[in-house]
């Protein structure tokens, strides 16, 4: 180096570099990250402090529950977050999956009371497993008519559900078969196999309907899992003997513990199943086995802690959230109020929003990424479309609530409010965020894997089915999930197409008259008797932000599970 | 697959110098392979049959004409290298005799390209079908995100060629030398594995269906040396079996490995198309003496 004496200069403590304009940026950037979070973390608490009131408690009873759950819970964390990070894993898992499961079974639960008896969905499963029978076998048979096949893939399970056409489509049927030389003489309807099952004279009893349809294919599903995961077949079939044994036991305990047969199924299934195949892993890895001590905490605390306070008589939060006012419909009274009908609503609005824009909406984006032409006149076309469902997606909710109100009401006659009508005008107004996010992730698989299946001699079809469509799923999964989180809270549409203002009943079907949650907070906004403004209101909004976060955290589930292979 | 092994009892073709014959312990079932399908087709015999044969071919894109006029035609199993500078429309070209230009929208073919006899720019030719017979390798190694076994099994599996699935998975590997290296992982990711080893994976991929002709675009470029030489020592092997064209900038690489030379210059233009050794050694153009000496800008 030189000998020079050292130049003071160039380390640029004379401040010549002037670092001023953007140390001010980066605190600007910060506190307006700050500000946002913070309004909406104030917000959340006041609702939510308005819904649970912890502060209505005694403070002996809030003392207890500190002691017995929070304290320890809260020591168990720092320990996993400081010392064992896998044991921490294991302890998300194992108090997430009964979570997850329990709302499963609350799910199923609500289908089985307001949906489908569960002889209908014992029904639907068997002719569906028939039709999927019927597939695969037309595969084996004949593995090269794709025609064939193709009609084969979609008619089996019309045909298994549906029947062939009713008596109306008379003329149809026999042109076709005088067309193909066939004389029938007279049409008869065929009936499906679901008809034919419905129709069953003998039915078994509901449980054993549930423990065939359901128990049973998912002990299976995890018998297989485990036997995979531990190459031995004995471990999956103690895994199918063990759910099944677990079944049958609640027919005896279930009564005792205040628990219907098709329930104890349900959490055999959901619960039980999942947990116990997950534990048994850990265990026999034996890593992370201290995690299992979170979950085995947190019960033990509520235990311990109920008892205490019921020995010294302390009195809990009179919260507005509770069982009765998620299990029971909305009243004149605000103690009495509920909101059960408006969920059910809300889900069953969902499930037409999911049928109706997933197919579609992912169908458009698929073509405009795929097919489009990018040049010529078609080209021009393509991108005047392009641009037009990017200002779809912003056009105001009211707009197509009238849209619905127009279509569906006016003009296809379907009975105003009803569910299948504001999931229809909702799905409309989602639609243009579900191919917006589909063309994002389409467009995010890198082009090199186009060209090595096109360089492989693959057909554009066979690109898009095996190497585009299972890397962009994710990123599909995530945008449409977070899409319906939005269309879950959207009031003004429901308003337009007049959505029950609050119903007594839970819907039947999906064309009887419902609220959703949205509609049914709406009105509670507008009661006289200011316990419903402040407590109901909060309760419905925490139950409906309850609903959105469990669908939001679907969406990272599945986002970190694709990236992590 | 026609007439194969021929390199391998005349390698005192004057083409391939350079190219040491090394044994291959894993060549044997190739060999069969090769017996029954040298007798089906004696013509070839007589001498190298030109299996691609471009005739004032021209590409544009767009406005922009990318080759001018190219008329040349590629022997049966052996080593064609394209090079010349960027721009020069050598990829373009590899990629006109599979008709992956097809895909550019701007993309215009004018004249004729034969492959066997026939004009893959004909109305009736199906670049589907065609893509089958010539397979591609690219510049950067691209595998699919699934497994290796699976990488390997796509072009068997979109033709429905399941049967002998596995086994017909393994040969691919082993001819494209990567079997030792992934025998025990062959349900792991294709991308845990090194860039030089995704693209042998790539050209097994490429191997699996058995085409006639395998293109690579700049197979080695984004390689290290090592890995390179792998790559290189492959394509000697593979040529025994399958015709190879090969674009490449390295001048050194092109000297090592290929049979004949084609020389691209700026414009799109074929300057000259020759035996290596003499494109190398006594070059005809003065132009392609001063790009292959250096001289050129």
């Known amino acids: 180096m030189a000998t020079t004496e050292p130049d003071a200069d160039w380390h640029g403590d004379d401040s010549s570099i002037s670092q001023l304009r953007g140390r001010a940026f980066e605190a600007t950037c910060l506190a307006a990250t700050a500000f946002g979070l913070v309004s909406v973390l104030l917000l959340l608490l006041f609702v939510a402090n308005d819904a649970f009131r912890p502060l209505s408690a005694d403070s002996g009873w809030l003392l207890t529950y500190a002691v017995t759950v929070v304290v320890p ?22 108090s997430g999956l009964p979570v997850v499961g329990v709302l499963l079974t609350g799910g199923f639960a609500v289908m089985f009371i307001e949906l489908l008896s569960i ?26 008519a794709a025609l064939e096949r193709l009609v084969v893939l979609f008619g089996a399970p019309i045909v298994t559900v549906l029947g062939t056409p009713p008596a109306q489509f008379n003329w149809l049927v026999t042109d076709l078969a005088a067309a193909l030389g066939v004389d029938f003489g007279l049409y008869h309807r065929v009936i499906s196999l679901r008809e034919v099952l419905l129709r069953l004279p003998y039915v078994p009893t509901n449980w054993l309907l549930l423990l065939g349809t359901l128990v049973a294919p998912l002990a299976v599903a995890g018998g297989v899992f485990v036997a995979r995961r531990c190459d031995s077949r004995r471990a999956g079939f103690a895994v199918v003997g063990a759910t099944l044994v677990g079944a049958l036991v609640g027919l005896v305990t279930g009564p005792a513990l205040g628990i219907g047969y098709g329930g104890w199924m349900l959490l055999v299934a959901f619960v039980a199943l999942p947990v116990g195949v997950y534990v048994e892993g850990v265990v026999r890895r034996r890593e992370g086995v201290r995690g299992l001590a979170f979950p085995v905490t947190a019960v033990l605390g509520v235990a311990v802690g109920s008892v205490v306070v019921d020995a010294a008589g302390l009195a809990g939060p009179d919260s507005w959230i509770d069982w009765g006012f998620l299990t029971s419909a909305t009243s004149r009274t605000a103690a009495d109020a509920g909101i059960y009908p408006a969920m059910v609503g809300s889900i069953m609005m969902i499930i037409v929003i999911v049928l109706a824009t997933f197919p579609v909406g992912v169908g458009a984006a698929i073509y405009l990424e795929e097919y489009a032409p990018s040049e010529g006149p078609m080209g021009k076309f393509v991108t005047l479309v392009e641009i037009n469902i990017g200002n779809l997606a912003g056009v105001p909710s009211v707009v197509y609530g009238l849209l619905g109100l127009a279509l569906f009401i006016r003009i296809v006659q379907w009975p105003q409010g009803s569910i299948v009508v504001a999931g229809l005008a909702v799905g409309l107004l989602i639609l243009p965020i579900v191919i917006i996010s589909a063309q994002e992730a389409i467009r995010s698989v890198p082009d090199s894997f186009r060209q090595a299946s096109y360089g492989m001699g693959a057909t554009r079809w066979q690109t898009i089915r095996q190497v585009v469509l299972p890397e962009a799923l994710p990123g599909i999964l995530t945008g449409t999930i977070l899409a319906l989180g939005r269309a879950i809270g959207e009031t003004a549409p429901l308003l337009m197409i007049g959505a029950a203002a609050s119903v007594r009943l839970a819907p039947n079907g999906f064309f009887d008259v419902a609220g959703m949650m949205p509609r049914q907070i709406y009105s509670w906004s507008s009661e006289l008797e200011p316990a419903f403004r402040h407590g109901v209101l909060a309760a419905g909004v925490i139950t409906l932000l309850a609903v959105l976060l469990v669908m939001n955290a679907t969406a990272i589930v599945i986002r970190n599970r694709y990236q992590r292979e | 697959m026609t007439q194969n092994e021929m390199t391998s009892d005349d390698s005192t073709d004057p083409a391939a110098v350079g190219t040491t014959a090394t044994p291959d312990p894993s060549g044997e079932p190739l060999v069969d392979q090769s017996i029954e399908v040298d007798g089906t087709d004696s013509s070839a015999q007589a001498g190298r049959e030109q299996v691609i044969e471009a005739r004032d071919l021209n590409v544009f894109y767009g406005d922009v004409q990318a080759l001018q006029d ?55 030719v199906d670049p589907v079908a065609l893509r089958r017979r010539i397979g591609m390798v690219f510049q950067h190694p691209n595998p699919f995100p699934k497994s290796i076994y699976d990488n390997v099994a796509y072009g068997l599996r979109i033709q429905d060629e399941t049967e002998n699935l596995d086994q017909k998975v393994e040969t691919a590997l082993k001819r494209a030398a990567l079997w030792d290296e992934v025998e025990d992982q062959l349900d792991k990711s294709a991308l845990d594995l090194s860039g030089g080893q995704q693209q042998r994976l790539c050209i097994a991929r490429a191997i699996a269906v058995d085409p006639d002709v395998i293109l690579m675009d700049e197979p080695a470029s984004a390689l290290d040396p090592i890995a390179t030489s792998k790559i290189e020592d492959l394509i000697e092997e593979l040529a025994e079996e399958f015709t190879v064209v090969i674009v490449t900038h390295n ?34 153009h003065q132009r392609v003496e001063d790009y292959i000496t250096g001289k050129f800008g």
């Open chain 2, 251 to 284: 001048m050194q690489q092109a000297a090592r490995i290929s049979d004949k030379t084609a020389v691209f210059l700026t414009g799109g233009e074929l300057v000259e198309f020759g035996d290596t050794q003499s494109i190398f050694e006594n070059p005809e």
């Open chain 1, 73 to 94: 819970l809260a020591a168990l964390a720092v320990y996993y977050y400081r010392l064992d990070e896998p044991a921490g894993e294991v302890a998300y898992v194992t």
């Open chain 1, 119 to 144: 002889l209908e969905w014992f029904a639907l499963v068997t002719s569906l497993v028939a039709a999927g029978g019927l597939i695969v076998a037309h595969g084996r048979l004949r593995p090269n």
């Open chain 2, 70 to 124: 190219i008329t040349m035609s590629i022997p049966e199993n052996q080593v064609t290298a394209m090079i010349g500078p960027s721009g020069c429309g050598k990829s373009t070209f590899l990629r006109s005799i599979n008709r992956m230009n097809d895909l550019i929208d701007t993309a215009r073919v004018d004249g004729e390209l034969y492959f066997e006899g026939k004009n893959i720019y004909d109305d009736d």
